[in-house]
């Protein structure tokens, strides 16, 4: 048996305690035993570590669900054929040129991806419009550019 200590919630505390582990599986704490009211059980995860970890998805998903608005709302623009040097600048703006990928025509590339273009400069992934295909918008206009690994065509 080893004297380790650990953080742990503590079920009866209803807090994050020391804990001395009592056994170990793989390592990882098995049977824990909280040195604060000396309640033996199942090892639990402190909660400020759960909560980090949360916060941390909901943040994310926070992110995710504003990309989705924002590509949304890309889409509906360009289907208007609204998209222009204005949003261009707005989308670019928002980014550093370095996150740029380079274009090529076997790059995967995702909505809301910024581009180099040795052509046509920095553009904004629109959406994928079909096979092999995705709508970038360009400082002058937007264009329908091939892009995507050759293994895509026969999916
Ligand atoms: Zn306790």
């Known amino acids: 048996m080893r004297k380790k200590k ?8 209803r807090i994050d305690q020391a804990h001395k582990v009592l056994s170990a599986v793989d390592s990882q704490p098995g049977l824990v035993k909280c040195s604060a009211c000396g309640m033996e059980g199942p090892y639990m995860a ?3 570590k759960v909560k980090a970890a949360l916060k941390q998805v909901v943040e994310r998903k926070k992110v995710d669900r504003k990309r989705e608005r924002l590509r949304g709302k890309l889409v509906e623009l360009n289907s208007k054929g609204k998209l222009n040097k204005q949003v261009w600048e707005d989308l670019t703006a928002e980014h550093d040129a370095d996150e740029a990928t380079d274009y090529a ?3 995967s590339l995702e909505a809301l991806q910024l581009v180099d273009h040795p052509k046509f400069g920095l553009g904004v992934v629109v959406e994928r419009t079909e096979e ?3 709508c970038i ?3 002058d206009r937007p264009r329908v550019m091939v892009c995507g690994p050759d293994s895509e065509r026969s999916s």
């Open 6 to 13: 650990v953080s742990a919630y503590c079920s009866a505390c």
């Open 105 to 107: 025509m076997t790059a």
């Open 46 to 48: 402190p909660r400020d």
């Open 137 to 139: 918008l360009f400082e």
């Open 132 to 134: 092999r295909k995705a």
